[in-house]
């Protein structure tokens, strides 16, 4: 069962306030006990000082100044309870008694007198009991009234510094999967705050990945399906034979979709860890055309590329790598070995357009195959790019963000 953290909060305030409230209480009765016997002993104190004056001078004992002290000249004459509470010996001494005196005895040695001993009753004089019995009530109901009000705040203290947390928790607590987090306290500028900014990106994170693991195994199973099928039929239908030529040219079609189709799989599977930057995007068809089979002998007949010296755009290297890769490989593939490319920028596209061998419809009716994935590829850069299939040429524009 969860435990509420206001009600764990309002219950170590409080638990605090009373404590505090209950230990300065005492402190301060003991202040004042500690307080009225100090009175009474130097009181005690001075009539000792001026009895000893008196005796030295004149002789004799005095009588004492006030009527509260009284001179005993042997342990003896003490009252009886205060005899029963002391010894001769000793030197002072708080007596209390059933009948309510209440006893201070100071003990002296005087020349010629011997040991005399001060006996005073000052419960006449104490104030911390009269006051206590006069108006304790009262003091007792404010004090309850104090304890009221701090536990009071203690309450409102409690529920002002949970409540936003309650309210991140309520958040957390009704984000749906597949939402999209919005926590109320990320401009907060203190601890809940920074929880709040931290937990917005995590979820943001984990939504992502969540999201890039369901469409990478939606398109591992979408798109790897059709050419696996393709060459498992081209396998069944060839047994007992040999396989004819256009046979092959499907196999080595299905080998070539599924090699493409796994790098694009996973470029866009880490396109979310990987970042922008400024591309020349030149330089990339370059590196592409080298690494193509046979570029050498090409000639101008059958290859044409219109492009400026420098081509910087806002994309990430890799994933515009790949993407360029499989266009331009399925310009080639599908376009036959008599295909005419041309690669040219043009109204802030880039054109890639390959010519159609129409003879060849039972391998061209493949090249629709993978543009979804080459979309969500220009997607993740935040480029866009377009399909124009015709008759006699195949054409894709590929707009991509120009670096500033």
């Given at each position: 069962?969860?435990?509420?953290?206001?009600?764990?909060?309002?219950?170590?305030?409080?638990?605090?306030?009373?404590?505090?409230?209950?230990?300065?209480?005492?402190?301060?009765?003991?202040?004042?006990?500690?307080?009225?016997?100090?009175?009474?002993?130097?009181?005690?104190?001075?009539?000792?000082?001026?009895?000893?004056?008196?005796?030295?001078?004149?002789?004799?004992?005095?009588?004492?100044s006030s009527d509260l002290v009284a001179i005993h000249a042997s342990h003896a004459s003490l009252p009886a309870a205060v005899r029963a509470a002391t010894t001769p010996l000793q030197e002072r001494?708080?007596?209390?008694?059933?009948?309510?005196?209440?006893?201070?005895?100071?003990?002296?040695?005087?020349?010629?007198?011997?040991?005399?001993?001060?006996?005073?009753?000052?419960?006449?004089?104490?104030?911390?009991?009269?006051?206590?019995?006069?108006?304790?009530?009262?003091?007792?109901?404010?004090?309850?009234?104090?304890?009221?009000?701090?536990?009071?705040?203690?309450?409102?203290?409690?529920?002002?510094?949970?409540?936003?947390?309650?309210?991140?928790?309520?958040?957390?607590?009704?984000?749906?999967?597949?939402?999209?987090?919005?926590?109320?306290?990320?401009?907060?500028?203190?601890?809940?705050?920074?929880?709040?900014?931290?937990?917005?990106?995590?979820?943001?994170?984990?939504?992502?990945?969540?999201?890039?693991?369901?469409?990478?195994?939606?398109?591992?199973?979408?798109?790897?399906?059709?050419?696996?099928?393709?060459?498992?039929?081209?396998?069944?239908?060839?047994?007992?034979?040999?396989?004819?030529?256009?046979?092959?040219?499907?196999?080595?079609?299905?080998?070539?979709?599924?090699?493409?189709?796994?790098?694009?799989?996973?470029?866009?599977?880490?396109?979310?860890?990987?970042?922008?930057?400024?591309?020349?995007?030149?330089?990339?068809?370059?590196?592409?055309?080298?690494?193509l089979p046979g570029a050498e002998d090409w000639d101008e007949e059958r290859f044409s590329l219109s492009l400026p010296e420098r081509l910087p755009v806002l994309g990430n290297r890799q994933l515009?790598?790949?993407?360029?890769?499989?266009?331009?490989?399925?310009?080639?593939?599908?376009g036959g070995p008599q295909v005419v490319l041309s690669i040219a920028w043009e109204n802030g596209a880039l054109c890639i357009i390959n010519s159609v061998d129409g003879e060849r419809h039972g391998?061209?009716?493949?090249?629709?195959?993978?543009?979804?994935?080459?979309?969500?590829?220009?997607?993740?850069?935040?480029?866009?790019?377009?399909?124009?299939?015709?008759?006699?040429?195949?054409?894709?524009?590929?707009?991509?963000?120009?670096?500033?």
């Amino acid at each position: 069962m969860l435990r509420s953290i206001r009600r764990s909060l309002f219950a170590a305030l409080a638990g605090l306030t009373v404590l505090i409230c209950l230990g300065y209480t005492g402190l301060a009765v003991v202040i004042a006990y500690v307080t009225e016997d100090m009175l009474v002993g130097r009181l005690l104190e001075r009539e000792a000082r001026a009895i000893e004056q008196h005796a030295a001078r004149h002789g004799a004992l005095p009588r004492p100044s006030s009527d509260l002290v009284a001179i005993h000249a042997s342990h003896a004459s003490l009252p009886a309870a205060v005899r029963a509470a002391t010894t001769p010996l000793q030197e002072r001494a708080e007596v209390f008694t059933d009948t309510g005196q209440h006893y201070h005895l100071l003990a002296r040695e005087l020349p010629g007198h011997g040991r005399v001993y001060l006996l005073a009753d000052v419960a006449p004089v104490l104030v911390v009991s009269k006051v206590v019995q006069d108006v304790g009530g009262v003091l007792i109901f404010f004090a309850l009234l104090l304890i009221a009000l701090a536990l009071l705040l203690a309450w409102l203290l409690a529920r002002r510094l949970v409540l936003p947390l309650q309210v991140l928790a309520r958040e957390a607590q009704a984000l749906a999967p597949g939402a999209t987090p919005a926590f109320s306290a990320r401009g907060r500028l203190d601890e809940i705050g920074v929880l709040a900014e931290r937990l917005d990106t995590s979820f943001g994170a984990l939504q992502a990945a969540l999201r890039r693991e369901h469409d990478f195994t939606r398109d591992v199973g979408h798109e790897l399906r059709t050419p696996l099928t393709v060459m498992r039929n081209t396998l069944v239908l060839s047994e007992g034979r040999a396989l004819g030529p256009e046979e092959l040219a499907q196999l080595r079609s299905g080998l070539h979709d599924i090699g493409a189709t796994i790098d694009v799989l996973f470029a866009l599977a880490r396109s979310q860890q990987l970042g922008q930057e400024n591309v020349d995007l030149r330089a990339l068809i370059e590196t592409c055309l080298l690494r193509l089979p046979g570029a050498e002998d090409w000639d101008e007949e059958r290859f044409s590329l219109s492009l400026p010296e420098r081509l910087p755009v806002l994309g990430n290297r890799q994933l515009a790598g790949i993407l360029l890769n499989n266009c331009i490989g399925n310009a080639l593939f599908h376009g036959g070995p008599q295909v005419v490319l041309s690669i040219a920028w043009e109204n802030g596209a880039l054109c890639i357009i390959n010519s159609v061998d129409g003879e060849r419809h039972g391998q061209v009716q493949g090249f629709a195959h993978g543009q979804l994935l080459l979309r969500r590829a220009a997607q993740a850069m935040g480029w866009d790019i377009a399909f124009h299939p015709g008759v006699k040429d195949y054409r894709v524009e590929i707009t991509p963000h120009l670096a500033a």
